[in-house]
């Protein structure tokens, strides 16, 4: 080896951890190969001293006091694998002021306090990489700041939430229930014990903010644009959606729409059609549009121990022969120049999806239809199911009640529309008697 | 800008010189940010100063003189797109010589010259970025050399000849004969003048070459492993495929089998399950397998004078800001240091379908599944048609013939076996009287 070895810590040895120190140990040759001297991991800092992680380290490397890492000058690299904000985020300020550059995976802390520990990094003369944030192993951090250099990027579509889509697969495939998927997602680790983030679309929405930032050099906060998960979905929905020949997806979606940016995380029609359509279970898929290049499309699993270690390690050897500094300094992917206004939620174009609770009585859809024509909304089709008998009913929620008047699902697809249009249209039908509360709209895919 | 402009020289102004010259015109701003200074188009080589291609440049840009790039010391890049062998291959030792990096598209070119073109920037001091020469707009070269670095690859299954599959697209969906197909590929500016090295695998199997290298660090001469093209299938075949729920797409392909490298290019039914069964045209589209990252897609355009621009400007940019140099000299994806035998092609193991031309009398069956049995072939379906009655024939070539016994098409799909053993049974099938020559045989997608 030409130069000396490059010393390595980790802090917070969970799944990913363990992943990273076992390819470290198990595969220095191949490291020392890749970046050009060995890379040696000298500390790995765990809450936990004695559980086992499945990885067989040398002694002295576990800790679990984080100055150990912080405190070590032979240290240059640190390994930032531990979730949530805090204390994560002091952590990072703290390798950062210690020196060091540093990689992490923590996407909800960039997002969150990115403008600070990038700027923190800058003024320290240090480095952020964090393929590993967004997508698992596929490379799209590196595709979006350093290979689609020569595009304006149009629009990015992405399956960014694994759990989401594993629960979609399940119940679409397998006609299981949402609980029932859930609860199978979280048996086999893909789904945390507390779910919420993954399914209410936080997760993906939290991706959505880092590839918006690279994609188009503006961070938008969180909250400024509309999020919502699976969690209210019915297998009805997904029924409905394989009728018009979609599944359901949820998509997160970054664009722009005549000179404006729209955004938003939702459940979504995606035409059979579409390679999006064919990403199962705990796969990730992102469509990337640029002036230039056209369409592309990036798939991969999007979470896992390998997977995920896979694009930490990457980031480590850019680091180590020091295309990461190129990177974070002279592309500087993490910038915040540009100033597109971002669209209404309202003035978002699509065609959509209704289920509506209807009462299955004469002159029903003519007022629906009435309501949505008021509305300047163009209905391309309408499927109602007839009213199942009532020794037929079973357990489907969507069947009569007994001694009241029947309730039919209502199925329509509207022609090309704005959310705005179609919110007037569900205002109308609130006053309508004929509709019951708690209906389902879904967009569908332009793809 | 914090730096002076770099200046650059584009060689050969085809279709995607033409394109490059466009974004670095009509986009300066856009390459300025990215590069972090102006980049500068001095001077464009065409071969004919009148031609019209579609963009306007500066007077004084263009010239029919290489000489004015190769002598002019303020060209500090080169983007080299000049085809074929020569004099792409001098004219690249020329501007290498001269002290210039080099951007190239020339996959021909640096599968055929690869270690001496390589070996000579080494020794200069000099690099040379090849984007642009696999899978156009795809980033997969990026990819390969430096985001799945901590990988073993296990294997690359792609579509990389983008007329080859626009024919198969047309010929599968709207039923197309092969030669109406190739003749619109030409007319859309897909397919070239002489599409031979299209059609007969031979532009597929070089892209492979250069994967190959990357994936497993071995330089493997085009010659050494079989390659065939998709200029004898018949459309009998597609729709045979489709009965078995798969499509016919020209698969390129380099995996690890027991230790062993197995490299081909063939036609192969790939499930209908795949996402490589829904790359439609002219995209590309490649599966990269590592043993940490797992399975790995990239899609995109394959070709074309947009996506190959976009490719040919992020190695410039990467060239500008000093990340080429890094990539070329650190990770040395070029590198040919893996000595990994090649596994014999009759050691390849798959499902094969077979579709014979056989004589439709008794006993026919029963001879051709004695020679699958002999040679320990196991079949899973037969599919066996009717012979047509005389007045429908029409103008089918499967279909009987006047005056002889009626000939018909079987159609075999087998279990998991070799090619040797398959190529046993075909050279039985020659001597029994009852099986026509001129049958195909492609292997099924293990995806």
Redesign the interface.
């Known amino acids: 080896m030409p130069e000396s070895a490059v010393q390595v810590g980790i802090v917070g040895m969970g799944t990913v951890g363990a992943?990273v120190a076992r390819?470290l140990v198990e595969?220095a040759d191949?490291?020392a190969s890749?970046a050009?001297r060995p890379v040696v991991l000298k500390r790995a800092v765990v809450r936990d001293l004695e559980r086992d992680r499945g990885v067989t380290l040398p002694a002295g490397i576990l800790t679990d006091d984080v100055a150990a890492i912080i405190n070590d000058p032979e240290i240059e690299l640190a390994i930032h694998l531990v979730g949530g904000l805090e204390p994560a985020r002091q952590i990072m300020v703290d390798l950062l002021k210690s020196g060091k550059d540093v990689v992490t995976a923590n996407k909800a802390l960039l997002c969150e306090h990115g403008p600070e520990l990038f700027g923190l990094a800058r003024e320290l003369g240090r480095t952020i990489a964090f393929?590993a944030a967004v997508a698992g192993?596929?490379?799209i951090i590196?595709?979006m700041a350093?290979?689609?250099?020569?595009?304006?990027i149009l629009s990015i579509t992405a399956i960014l939430n694994g759990t989401s889509n594993f629960i979609l697969s399940q119940m679409d495939r397998e006609g299981w229930s949402y609980a029932d998927a859930l609860k199978k997602a979280q048996e086999l680790g893909f789904a945390e014990a507390d779910p919420t983030f993954d399914v209410d679309g936080t997760d993906a929405a939290q991706k959505l903010v880092l590839l918006t930032q690279l994609g188009f050099g503006m961070r938008v906060p969180l909250e400024t644009f509309p999020r919502s998960g699976i969690n209210r979905l019915e297998l009805a929905d997904l029924r409905c959606a394989d009728m018009f020949d979609c599944v359901v997806k949820l998509l997160a979606t970054a664009k722009l729409a005549g000179g404006k940016l729209e955004l938003h995380v939702q459940p979504t029609l995606v035409p059979k059609?579409s390679?999006l359509a064919?990403?199962h279970g705990s796969f990730n898929?992102i469509r990337v549009v640029?002036d230039?290049?056209?369409?592309?499309?990036?798939?991969?699993?999007g979470a896992?121990q390998?997977?995920t270690?896979?694009?930490v390690?990457?980031d480590?050897?850019?680091s180590v022969?020091?295309?990461t500094r190129?990177?974070f300094y002279?592309?500087a992917p993490w910038q915040d120049t540009a100033r597109l206004p971002l669209q209404s939620e309202d003035d978002a174009e699509a065609r959509f999806y209704l289920r509506l609770h209807v009462e299955d009585r004469p002159n029903v859809l003519a007022e629906i239809c009435d309501a949505l024509g008021r509305n300047s909304i163009s209905i391309a089709s309408v499927i109602q199911e007839e009213a199942a008998e009532p020794e037929e009913t079973g357990g489907t929620s969507d069947s009569t009640r007994s001694e009241e008047t029947p309730v039919v699902p209502l199925v329509i697809m509207t022609h090309k529309t704005t959310v705005g249009r179609i919110r007037a249209a569900e205002a109308r039908f609130a006053e309508l008697g004929s509709v019951r509360p708690g209906h389902c709209r879904m967009p569908v895919a332009d793809l």
Chains 1, 2 share one sequence.
């Open positions: 992943g390819v595969s191949r490291m890749r050009g393929e192993g596929i490379p590196a595709t350093t290979c689609l250099t020569a595009n304006q059609t390679p064919s990403i898929a640029g230039v290049v056209g369409e592309t499309w990036y798939s991969g699993q896992g390998s997977p270690a896979s694009a390690l990457a480590l050897i850019d022969i020091g295309r190129l990177t002279r592309l």
